[in-house]
């Protein structure tokens, strides 16, 4: 049988091409393996804290000394909308009346600290501004960043906010209730305090020692870790408390912890079981102002 030229310069073509992309394919997937032998570990950075904070101990024996020291206990600051269930709704304060809270304040004379200060006014006898105030925010809503804390700043106060870790929102775009991890980097660069209030406001009464202590733990840990430093404030969720509470508070770890028990005296013998005045949506200046002169 006769083959045709042309016939044979096709095929000998179509050998070299299936051939050559033999060759590249094999190549391509050499190359590929060995980018991905020579791409770099990825090497985590070590957070920076935005503040120093030693760790701190309670003094053996507690000595015995009491400090008047009004801890004001508000939650959420915002306008509402008019659709928020009846709890929310107590536990909001609109934004012009907080302002007008602040600068009374700010205009009576009170000077707000931190929870470094309370710790060694109560524990090692150091001086207080003469019309001291604690000024402090449980579970972590948004508004604190938002909205609370540029009003404080504009009248010269910080203040406290006590978070439950599990609410605390990865993105800011996201869970638009709760703060973020930054928002709360910024809080402190404002001169504020991050305190714990457990790591889904479960209350630790009603938890076996072995629970209570990984929640204890566990939101110190997540706040540690973000923050960069020690943290010791403690708040009980829903003003729970009891004495296998505070046992199990002081073995966690925490140095100061605030209840909702009402009262502006505090004993540096029972530092984890501090009494506060509550700020609802009804207190007003007025309610404010009756509340510490009395």
Known sequence: ???????????????????????????SNTATAASKAAAP???TKTLKPVKTVPTLTLPDPLPNRTVRVPILMYHRIAVLAGDEPAVTVGLTVDPGEFTLEMQWLKDNGFTSITQMQLYEALELGKPLPAKPVLITFDDGYRGI??????????????????VITDRIAQLKKTAPTWMTWPQLRTLEQRGWDIGSHTVSHTEIPHMSTEAALKTLRGSRLALEKHL??????????????????????????????????????????????????????????????????S
């Open 1 to 27: 049988m006769r083959v045709r030229p042309a016939l044979l310069v096709l095929t000998a073509i179509a050998v070299i091409v299936i051939a050559g992309s033999a060759v590249l394919h094999r190549t």
């Open 228 to 293: 960069g430093h020690p943290v010791q404030w403690f708040c009980y969720p829903a003003g729970s408390v009891n004495a296998a509470a505070v046992a199990d508070v002081k073995q966690a770890g925490y140095v100061l912890a605030t209840t909702t028990k009402s009262g502006v005296e505090h004993s540096a013998t029972d530092p984890l079981e501090l009494s506060r005045i509550r700020v609802a949506n009804d207190t007003g200046v007025r309610g404010l102002a009756a509340a510490l002169s």
């Open 41 to 43: 570990v990825a090497v």
């Open 145 to 162: 960043a938002t909205t609370a804390a540029p009003i404080m700043t504009r009248v010269g106060m910080v203040g406290t906010a006590y």
